[in-house]
Structures are given as C-alpha cells and as structure tokens.
C-alpha cells in the first residue's frame, strides 16, 4: 500500500520506518528538508496512486488545520485523511464535515507509543466511518504492536482521539503516583537505595508496569535525579480530558490532582516533578529542564 506521511519528527519519522519495514511504499514530507522526501504537499500528492490515504501527524491545532485545509485543496473524491497527532476530538468532526464535502474520509487515530514505538509498535485508537478505517487497515496493522492487542476502532469520528485523550489523563495519574512515592522514599533516612526499590517492584508485584521499568531506567541515568530541574510541561490533553470530565458531570480527581501537581511545579522546584519529567523523557522524549547550579 502507498501512503503519505506528513511530519517526521520524533514519532513520524519512526513510523514511517516501520511502516516502510512493513512492506509499504511511503512517501514523507516535512519542513525540515533533510527529513523530506518530496518538497511539498503537492508533490507528495502527485507521487501517490489514487485513491490516496494520506497521514497527517503534526502538532495540534493550528498547524493541523493548516495542512488538512491544503490537503482539502489538492486531494480527490474517494482519497482518505488520518489525523494521528493529539488534536482535540471535537476538532475531529470539523475535519471530518469539511472533507467530506469534497468526498474525502476522514479518520482520527490517537497513537501511543513514543520514542519506543519503531521497535514495539504503535498502540492505536481510531476513530471513523468503517469504509475509511478498512481502507487504512494495511497501514494500522503495521504500526500496531505484534499480538492482538494494541489496536481498536473506537467508534464514530472523534472516538480515537477521546480515547487517546483519556488514555493520556490515566497517564498523568500513573506517573504522579509514582513520583509521590519515590519522593518520600528519598525522603526518610531509613531507605538507602531508592533505585533499588523501585527495580524491585519490576517483577511479582501489582504496580508493575512499562512506566515503573522506564522509571528505573531515568534513575539508572542519574539516581537521584538531581540534574533535573522539577518542572514538568503539560501536552493540553490532560486539560482536555478534566474539561471532559466537568461537561459530562464525571469525577476525576485522581487525574485532575496530577494536572494541578504539574501547574504547582512551574511555580518551584519539585521533586516529584524531576520524576515526571523524567518519564515523559524516558517515553516520548519530551524536553527537560537542567537542574541550576
């Protein structure tokens, strides 16, 4: 299958390897010209064989409208649009009601799977009408991980990205909760190995998780975190997925509690926020912030 991949930047560019290692021909654009293989969107469009599908994964928002509105422009009735970046469900609907119209699918996948996911793969969310998830089906079922797992059609249109939203809310509450306990284990004096500890909850224990092994992994690099500054960004979905909460009248303040942790940190230096920081470096390679000295 051919496929157009717009943005390769820390996830894109991983993805089109593995889709690539797949079997299928893709055909990359990016602002960056060392990345691209082609010098805009209308050349990526002219290398594809109709019907086209056509990937978009760049940041939310703005940037997403803009591409989607070029693609309005130069796509064809029976051509297909995936938005894989974190855009906002009710975004999802919009896109979808302005592509139609010109015969174009649309379909939302939310995607998981960081830095890690080239060689893991893709955990994926989708949401759409199942004429225009089935015509990407060669697509996801290269991205997803091995196994039976790893992959669903949400629902309608909006449904991937809510579920990729909520699945990031859950997200937040994890990390914060390990980042409380390994702040009051370095707190006391009676525990001298913190780093121990956590590498022993990696097997036979309920928490265990791919969080708690890249937990380890962040103390293996630097066991009390102390070149971390603790300051921990927010992607927008935790924000998104609390909004949801309050207009559909359902509690969370687990994950609420870790969005408001992550507003505190930018105020001081918290410790708890060197751990998050360090796992949203170890998974997604996000940014962090050095300790000053």
Not at 12 to 35: F, Q
Not at 117 to 129: H, I, Q, R, S, T
Not at 165 to 181: D, F, T
């Amino acid at each position: 299958m051919q496929l157009g991949l717009i943005g390769l930047g820390k996830m894109g560019g991983n993805m089109r390897e593995r889709i690539r290692r797949a079997g299928h021909t893709v055909v990359g654009y990016d602002r960056n010209p060392d990345l691209s293989d082609v010098g805009g969107l209308a050349e990526l469009v002219e290398r594809l064989d109709a019907p086209r599908t056509v990937w978009v994964m760049v940041p939310a928002g703005a940037p997403t409208q803009s591409v989607i509105d070029e693609l309005a422009d130069l796509l064809e009735p029976g051509d297909t649009v995936v938005d894989g970046g974190n855009s906002r469900w009710s975004d999802d609907e919009k896109h979808a009601a302005e592509l139609g119209a010109k015969g174009i699918g649309f379909v939302d996948a939310g995607v998981s799977g960081g830095v890690w996911g080239l060689e893991n793969g893709y955990a994926l969310m989708v949401g759409g009408d199942k004429e225009h998830v089935d015509r990407v089906q060669p697509i996801f079922d290269a991205l997803k991980p091995e196994g039976p797992y790893g992959y669903v059609h949400a629902g309608k249109v909006g449904a991937g990205h809510f579920a990729k939203m909520v699945h990031n809310g859950i997200e937040y509450a994890m990390m914060q909760a390990y980042a409380e306990g390994w702040e009051l284990l370095e707190k006391v004096d009676s525990v001298t190995d913190v780093r121990e500890v956590f590498r022993s909850w990696q097997e036979g224990t309920v928490i265990r998780s791919w969080l708690l092994d890249l937990a380890v992994n962040a103390l293996d690099e630097d066991e009390h975190l102390e070149k971390l500054r603790g300051y921990a960004e927010d992607s927008g979905e935790g924000r998104w997925t609390v909004e949801a909460a309050i207009d559909n009248a359902v509690p969370l303040p687990a994950i609420t509690a870790s969005l408001f942790a992550r507003f505190a940190s930018r105020q001081d230096d918290s410790p708890q926020m060197k751990m998050i920081a360090a796992l949203r470096n170890q998974f997604g390679g996000h940014a962090v912030e050095s300790a000053k000295k």
